[in-house]
């Protein structure tokens, strides 16, 4: 995902506050509403709520595109061509539909409604992510990015499918434990730094979501609306909710999905570009060399469309 994503470089730093143990007891800071942006990922229509202007991070996790509703009719294309990722997870998560996922490991996956796809980058991977190629269907889901930590940016790239997830019932909703751990159950999913995603299936009235204090979170709603502490988020919309709470009340009157990701403020400086998430612009242009030029860094993918090639970033275009 985000494979035509081809903005101008884009610098994203963690936010600059501590949580201490004072800030525990400080006033409840507003929830902020944020704006997403209509793009195109091939001819898929995607609503990207992270990065903003406004919000560029919530805990790690440094790109939010819910996918579709759209038909998956033969005739209109959805595939993303094999492109490379460096320094990131992938979070595939559909709520209709289905994809097939193929990459430079040698993994082919199709993933379903209530199943999850993990592809971490590390130092390089390349995937591409199919329409199966018969008729199924709306394809309705989200595509969720983590920065990677120092630790484990460089590493291995892996891939992983969890076809089960554990749910925790609450009232007047059911969330389904994606990533990290809540309500005293975890994701088997890998987790290189502190950071959560659930999906909340809201039946209608209020919901007392338990929240870490130590983490910021952002609720994306995917359908229907969801009151937020007395902000009402939409469809393309992102909540933004400060650290230092330990509950908040979401209110749906007819029934709401949406997700709920946060994490530990990121406090490592991230530098992002097209499918790249790294550091410097030095390491996004030594990748972007690599893929260019068909390095081993890159392997290959087996997939029946053509890979995904664009143009240098900007500051490494010559200057006459
Ligand atoms: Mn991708």
């Given at each position: 995902?985000?494979?035509?994503?081809?903005?101008?470089?884009?610098?994203?730093?963690?936010?600059?506050?501590?949580?201490?143990?004072?800030?525990?007891?400080?006033?409840?800071?507003?929830?902020?509403?944020?704006?997403?942006?209509?793009?195109?990922?091939?001819?898929?229509?995607?609503?990207?709520?992270?990065?903003?202007?406004?919000?560029?991070?919530?805990?790690?996790?440094?790109?939010?595109?819910?996918?579709?509703?759209?038909?998956?009719?033969?005739?209109?294309?959805?595939?993303?061509?094999?492109?490379?990722?460096?320094?990131?997870?992938?979070?595939?998560?559909?709520?209709?539909?289905?994809?097939?996922?193929?990459?430079?490991?040698?993994?082919?996956?199709?993933?379903?409604?209530?199943?999850?796809?993990?592809?971490?980058?590390?130092?390089?991977?390349?995937?591409?992510?199919?329409?199966?190629?018969?008729?199924?269907?709306?394809?309705?889901?989200?595509?969720?990015?983590?920065?990677?930590?120092?630790?484990?940016?460089?590493?291995?790239?892996?891939?992983?499918?969890?076809?089960?997830?554990?749910?925790?019932?609450?009232?007047n909703a059911v969330a389904t434990v994606?990533?990290?751990?809540?309500?005293?159950?975890?994701?088997?999913?890998?987790?290189?730094?502190?950071?959560?995603?659930?999906?909340?299936?809201?039946?209608?009235?209020?919901?007392?979501?338990?929240?870490?204090?130590?983490?910021?979170?952002?609720?994306?709603?995917?359908?229907?609306?969801?009151?937020?502490?007395?902000?009402?988020?939409?469809?393309?919309?992102?909540?933004?909710?400060?650290?230092?709470?330990?509950?908040?009340?979401?209110?749906?009157?007819?029934?709401?999905?949406?997700?709920?990701?946060?994490?530990?403020?990121?406090?490592?400086?991230?530098?992002?570009w097209w499918n790249f998430v790294a550091?410097?612009?030095?390491?996004?242009?030594?990748?972007?060399?690599?893929?260019?030029?068909?390095?081993?860094?890159?392997?290959?993918?087996?997939?029946?469309?053509?890979?995904?090639?664009?143009?240098?970033?900007?500051?490494?275009?010559?200057?006459?």
């Amino acid at each position: 995902m985000g494979a035509d994503d081809n903005d101008e470089g884009r610098a994203a730093s963690g936010p600059g506050h501590e949580v201490g143990e004072a800030s525990l007891h400080a006033p409840v800071l507003p929830v902020s509403l944020v704006e997403g942006r209509s793009a195109l990922v091939g001819e898929l229509v995607v609503r990207r709520t992270l990065p903003t202007r406004g919000r560029r991070m919530v805990g790690a996790w440094c790109f939010a595109d819910h996918m579709g509703p759209q038909s998956l009719d033969p005739g209109r294309s959805i595939d993303i061509a094999p492109h490379p990722h460096i320094g990131l997870q992938t979070v595939t998560w559909l709520f209709s539909g289905e994809f097939l996922h193929r990459d430079s490991l040698g993994s082919e996956q199709l993933i379903r409604p209530g199943q999850l796809n993990l592809m971490t980058a590390g130092h390089g991977v390349a995937h591409a992510e199919e329409s199966p190629g018969r008729s199924s269907g709306v394809l309705h889901g989200v595509q969720l990015w983590v920065a990677q930590p120092n630790a484990t940016r460089e590493g291995e790239s892996r891939f992983e499918h969890v076809a089960e997830l554990p749910r925790v019932d609450l009232a007047n909703a059911v969330a389904t434990v994606v990533v990290g751990d809540f309500g005293g159950v975890r994701s088997p999913a890998r987790r290189d730094t502190e950071h959560v995603a659930l999906e909340l299936d809201l039946h209608g009235g209020a919901t007392d979501v338990s929240l870490r204090a130590n983490h910021e979170y952002a609720l994306i709603v995917v359908a229907g609306e969801v009151l937020v502490d007395g902000v009402i988020a939409a469809s393309g919309q992102l909540a933004f909710i400060e650290a230092g709470r330990d509950e908040i009340r979401l209110s749906a009157r007819d029934g709401a999905r949406a997700m709920l990701i946060g994490g530990v403020p990121f406090d490592e400086r991230v530098f992002m570009w097209w499918n790249f998430v790294a550091r410097t612009k030095e390491e996004i242009a030594d990748a972007w060399l690599a893929w260019a030029s068909g390095a081993e860094r890159f392997a290959a993918v087996a997939s029946r469309f053509a890979r995904i090639d664009v143009a240098p970033p900007p500051w490494v275009l010559p200057t006459k």
